[in-house]
């Protein structure tokens, strides 16, 4: 029943976002288990200016997120999981900050979502925010929120970005932070109730780990400045 649960959310998300010029581009990465032609003919139906990229083989979040970027001209963007899994009002507070002037903004989540992380998974989340800390100077670690938004120029930060797996959240803000005349700003965002997470295998661990050691070498030789 996920499409009647995105329904549901797009429709929050349109009511808290009235007024506003409101475009979905929707990105399928890969997926063939329930989206068909008639999951595709339902979603068009149900939703205004609906954009969907969608392509046979799976390539990776940040590759994903890449593709969808692609497809917008809209001058600032939001992007997030389909499931929507924090508050809707954190979406409109990172459309604020973007209308006051941020270029990129970043969700920081707070306690309370550590709480429902299962152990290796919580592991995995902190040991990444203080390497973030340590390794790239970071002036805040969390980078993995899966909640972002920018301008055009963060829009150019983002494209710019090489990582296909989860760790291109972490290449664009280290890339954000290290631009010059970059406005970087931060919202918390707040887990929604109900929110049930994957585990995490051990292949995708390795995969991450060379991901940081790239983004950390490049960071090092100032191959992410622009």
């Known amino acids: 029943n996920w499409v009647e649960k995105y329904l549901s959310r797009y429709h929050e998300l349109k009511s808290l976002f009235a007024g506003i010029n409101l475009r979905i581009v929707f990105v ?3 997926s063939t288990q329930n989206f068909d032609e008639q999951t595709i003919r339902l979603l068009q139906e149900k939703i205004e200016h609906l954009h969907i990229v969608s392509y046979p083989k799976n390539k990776g979040k940040g590759y994903a997120v ?10 600032l963007v939001l992007y997030t999981d389909y499931d929507f899994p924090y508050q809707m009002h954190c979406l409109y507070n990172a459309y604020q900050q973007l209308k006051a002037g941020s270029d990129v903004v970043v969700g920081i989540r707070n306690k309370e979502y550590y709480n429902h992380l299962g152990y290796k998974r919580k ?3 902190k040991a990444c925010n203080f390497l973030n800390k340590v390794f790239l100077k970071i002036p805040h670690t969390d980078t993995q929120s899966g909640l972002k938004g920018f301008s055009a120029k963060g829009k150019e930060l983002m494209l710019s970005t090489t990582t296909n797996q989860f760790l291109f959240d972490t290449e664009f803000v280290c890339r954000a932070y290290q631009s010059r005349n970059t406005i970087v700003s931060t919202i918390d965002v707040e887990l929604r109730e109900g929110v ?3 585990g995490m295998s051990l292949k995708t661990i390795l995969t991450e780990t060379i991901n940081f050691n790239s983004i950390l070498i490049r960071s090092y030789f100032g191959k992410l400045k622009s």
């Open 28 to 30: 399928n990465d890969g």
């Open 66 to 75: 890449r593709q969808g970027v692609l497809k917008t001209q809209a001058t």
């Open 123 to 125: 592991l995995v989340s």
């Open 196 to 198: 049930k997470f994957t």
